[in-house]
């Protein structure tokens, strides 16, 4: 009431029954001190799970995530359960993904969980002169950044296994090829000129978005000679594209009567044909 409206000015008691019933939470804007201006100074990190175990990702059915919050640049981790080491690793692989685009981590922000505010990564934080902030429990909000990427990208997911006819155990795989592939290189609103979170990182570039293909259409993967049972036997087999791979350079592609992943670099695409749809 009008009092509460002077006593800001005036300095006038605080009422303890008005404290008691109309207190609300506070803004997290408000509780910024620190003003962000480099890539690296601030990383949120939060995981995202359990869930169905994913396919490729062998007995994967969590994922971490890690955001930079001045650029945006994130990227994701997928892991097999909610433990200090896996956590280790994961901001390892995140850590070598950010020298790739020139800078270094030197700030960790995450929430209270166990795996986050273990020994074993106040230790590795500790060794590489990374500073922690944990967030206060039941306060998600103080690492929205990251808490964006879950909402923006399982709905995305969804979308994608309804409209392929997939199974949702292929979850993992295209929540990386969105956030690790996609996501980085697509304008943000938060930038001027159309700037992608991958432009704003000191590595710079134009996004290079020509090696993506559409998730789940029919491809044709040459057969190497080698392995060809004889001279007459089919040059190609058809599968379907599960994406980029993070590790060889080349395409995913997996052959559903085999049920086996292959990753190769010699492949012919129909990306106007999901594989499921016939």
Not at 110 to 135: P, T
Not at 146 to 164: L, M, T
């Amino acid at each position: 009431g009008l009092a509460g409206k002077l006593s800001r000015p005036v300095g006038l008691p605080k009422c303890d029954p008005c404290m008691c019933g109309k207190s609300k939470l506070r803004s997290i804007k408000e509780q910024q001190d620190i003003e962000v201006t480099f890539c690296g100074q601030v990383t949120q990190t939060d995981h995202w799970g359990p869930a169905v175990e994913c396919l490729y990702y062998t007995g994967c059915r969590y994922a971490i995530g890690f955001r930079d919050a001045f650029s945006r640049f994130s990227w994701v981790v997928l892991v097999k359960n909610r433990t200090a080491p896996e956590v280790i690793n994961a901001f390892k692989i995140y850590c070598a993904v950010c020298r790739k685009r020139g800078f270094d981590v030197v700030g960790l922000d995450s929430d209270g969980i166990s795996e986050f505010v273990s020994e074993e990564l106040y230790d590795f934080c500790d060794d590489w002169a990374i500073e922690r902030h944990v967030s206060c429990r039941y306060t998600s909000q103080q690492a929205g950044l990251i808490e964006r990427v879950w909402g923006v990208s399982f709905p995305k997911i969804r979308a994608v296994c309804h409209e392929a006819k997939v199974s949702l155990r292929n979850w993992g795989l295209v929540l990386v090829q969105w956030v690790n592939f996609v996501m980085n290189w697509l304008p943000h609103s938060a930038f001027d000129m159309l700037k992608s979170p991958a432009m704003m990182t000191p590595a710079g570039g134009k996004g290079n978005v020509r090696n993506l293909r559409r998730l789940f259409s029919v491809c044709w993967p040459v057969t190497p000679k080698e392995v060809r049972e004889n001279k007459i036997s089919p040059t190609a087999t058809r599968c379907y594209v599960c994406g980029l791979s993070d590790v060889y350079k080349g395409w995913i592609v997996c052959n559903p009567v085999t049920q086996t992943y292959e990753h190769t670099y010699n492949v012919r695409f129909d990306e106007y044909t999901l594989y499921f749809h016939d």
